[in-house]
């Protein structure tokens, strides 16, 4: 969608760079010889990137075997 207004039927335009009356279907002005610059295309933005490896939690370490008391040697 365009929301410049319209320049057809509108009369002369004014020149940006020296302000005489142009013909809006002019490519060049007749005073100074500016010529209409296109408008920039609007920047787009940069591509996220990937998202990392999903974090896997930690898991606790397997409990040991328990110990047992060694009997009381009696020699």
Do not use: Y
Request: proline share 27%.
């Amino acid at each position: 969608m365009c929301f410049r207004p319209p320049t057809v039927g509108s009369g002369p335009i004014k020149c940006p760079k020296c302000g005489a009356q142009v013909d809006p279907s002019a490519d060049a002005c007749p005073s100074c010889g500016a010529t209409a610059e296109a408008p920039a295309p609007p920047s787009i933005p940069p591509v996220p990137g990937a998202p990392g490896a999903v974090k896997v939690p930690s898991v606790p370490a397997v409990p040991g075997a328990p110990s047992v008391p060694k009997p009381p040697s009696g020699n």
